[in-house]
């Protein structure tokens, strides 16, 4: 069993910068890949960022490629999104997840296994 536990979120002018971390619970978290999905309003949950077990490894959606970092730190069980010239179709409740059956990064969020509360981010034009 994992729980994760996001923060980080708020209000922020657009070309703003905000950075969400996403702590998690268990022994074995360098052991699987984790990742970051958005959902706004009226729309599907999308994916937004992964990052393999050992943090080596990572892939973007192509709309925040450039703009946003997602990274790890094993040591302390916490998984990172720092989010640079924010836009406001970034606006969306961004939910952090755990894929304990893969070490490396998985974009299909049903190949995730546990799921954090969700943070808002919010970006004025």
């Known amino acids: 069993q994992v729980q994760l536990v996001e923060s980080g979120g708020g209000l922020v002018q657009a070309g703003g910068s905000l950075r969400l971390s996403c702590a998690a619970s268990?022994?074995?978290?360098?052991?699987?890949?984790m990742g970051w999905f958005r959902q706004a309003p009226g729309k599907e949950r999308e994916f937004v960022a992964a990052?393999?077990?050992?943090?080596?490894?990572?892939y973007y959606t192509d709309s925040v490629k450039g703009r946003f970092t997602i990274s790890r730190d094993n040591a302390k069980t916490t998984m990172y999104l720092q989010m640079n010239s924010l836009k406001p179709e970034d606006t969306a409740v961004y939910y952090c997840?755990?894929?304990?059956?893969?070490?490396?990064?998985?974009?299909?969020?049903?190949?995730?296994?546990?799921w954090g509360q969700g943070t808002q981010v919010t970006v004025s034009s």
């Open positions: 990052i393999s077990g050992s943090g080596l490894y990572t």
């Open positions: 268990g022994r074995t978290f360098s052991n699987y890949a």
């Open positions: 997840a755990a894929a304990q059956r893969w070490k490396y990064y998985r974009i299909n969020p049903s190949e995730y296994d546990y």
